[in-house]
């Protein structure tokens, strides 16, 4: 039978697109408000200028890469370079070039959530050199491991829903890698650097689990009970995160904030991520929670260690995604979906191994390539901010511009 467009498929993934967009600026409000004003636009210009650069990157070979004719199930062809070929065409039920959008979204976000880590310290220069390599040798090969025809994780049967290890993953070991390069910012942790706008963090933070449905569910790539079950394991993912970041920090600190709340219902977004569409919802619940718990200590333990992401980029999704990939080769039923697998508690402990050797090669590949990265453009443009800069801000030194007036 010839396939056909599904015309209810292709809305949720188009509206799905939307969503995932609108993430990415949401992400400059968490990010923008965690750290100081003077440099509230310059860590906003970390997610807008990844708009135009992975877009365009995406569209001319990026997605040819990922999702091109596989090379030894390692990086697709050419064939799809500039979007050729593609017009006219279907993916499953929908037009390829709905899934070409959904995907982009997905390039698009991942190299800002790494920008966490290396916030108001890093050149803008180094930046768009940086995001722009880092999409074609990271982000591109691993979305192509997990997700394409061919692709050898695949076809070892690693699971990934929604990007735990394609988005999370890769972002929060890079952004590890960038923090320990790049240093700490001038006087930390000696002198405190609060957050200058919380509200605008937490507002931030709410429309990132707005469009997190659209991220996890509109992977089902179709408007069925699949994308019915990912939105609700999302829901209670984030909730169950938020729930137990709140409990711990309260029980550690003596208090609860807000801003716990927000990093927890993102640890629990993002740990669910790679298993929303696997698992059954009181699973994502157990996921979830133990994504706020095991990300809380991720975060305090940096101080201890002595390294400084400075948004908790590496905290949050690295961690985050690493569980998140783990438990799903333990919680995964084939009752929730025929096209995943059984994982250990349905009686198929070889899922878990799996899982390992997933997050395993592409948390090394990040780590190798995102280093040689940085020494490269080190040696060439430089990749820090001289201490004058740092000092007066990024905003007017490198922009010329300030977030506030007067």
């Known amino acids: ?3 056909k467009i599904d015309t209810g498929d292709t809305a949720w993934l188009l509206i799905s697109s939307a969503l995932v967009l609108l993430m990415t600026p949401a992400l400059a409000l968490f990010y923008g408000g965690l750290v100081r004003r003077k440099n509230v636009l310059s860590t906003f210009m970390h997610s807008l200028a990844a708009l135009p650069i992975v877009t365009l990157q995406w569209a001319l070979c990026g997605y040819s890469l990922a999702f091109g004719t596989t090379h030894g ?26 899934f070409v959008a959904f995907q982009m979204m997905f390039a698009i976000i991942t190299p800002a959530l790494i920008s966490g880590a290396f916030a108001e310290r890093m050149k803008f ?10 999409s074609f040798l990271v982000y591109d090969p691993v979305a192509h491991w997990v997700w394409a025809d061919g692709g050898w994780l695949l076809k070892l049967g690693a699971l990934d829903f929604a990007g735990g290890t394609v988005v999370h993953l890769t972002a929060g070991m890079s952004a ?7 240093g700490k910012r001038l006087k930390y942790p000696e002198e405190h650097h ?6 605008m963090c937490i507002t931030g933070a709410g429309i990132l689990w707005f469009g997190w449905f659209g991220f996890n569910a509109g992977s089902a790539l179709g408007s069925g009970s699949l994308a019915a079950t990912a939105l609700m394991s999302t829901h209670l993912g984030a909730a169950a995160g938020a729930a137990s970041w709140l409990a711990i920090e309260w029980r550690h600190r003596g208090r609860a904030t807000a801003l ?17 569409g696997y698992v059954a919802p009181w699973a994502s619940m157990v996921i979830g929670g133990a994504a706020g718990l095991v990300c809380y200590g991720a975060v305090v333990l940096k101080t201890r260690l002595g390294y400084d992401d400075a948004l908790d980029a590496f905290g949050v999704h690295g961690v985050g995604g690493l569980l998140g990939a783990l438990l799903t080769g333990v919680f995964a039923e084939k009752a929730i979906n025929p096209a995943g697998a059984d994982g250990l508690l ?14 395993l090669a592409s948390g090394a590949y990040a780590v190798v390539v995102t280093w040689g990265l940085l020494k490269l453009i080190d040696k060439t443009i430089g990749l820090r901010v001289d201490e004058q800069c740092e000092r007066e801000g990024l ?5 010329g511009e300030e977030g506030y007036a007067e």
Not at 78 to 90: A, I, M
Not at 176 to 182: E, G, T
Not at 194 to 199: I, Q
Not at 346 to 359: D, E, K, M, T, Y
């Open 395 to 399: 905003d007017l030194t490198l922009h």
């Open 260 to 276: 716990g709340v927000a990093s927890g219902l993102v640890a629990g977004l993002v740990a669910i991520t790679p298993a929303a």
């Open 125 to 134: 220069s180094a930046y768009v050199v940086f995001t722009l390599l880092w």
């Open 176 to 182: 590890l890698v960038c923090a320990i390069v790049l």
């Open 73 to 98: 199930g390692l990086i697709g062809g050419f064939e799809f370079v500039g979007l050729r070929g593609l017009t006219g065409t279907l993916h499953g039920t929908v037009p390829s070039m709905a």
């Open 346 to 359: 349905a009686g198929n402990p070889s899922q878990l191994g799996v899982q390992v050797i997933g997050v």
């Open 194 to 199: 609060p957050p200058h706008n919380l509200t």
């Open 1 to 3: 039978m010839t396939p």
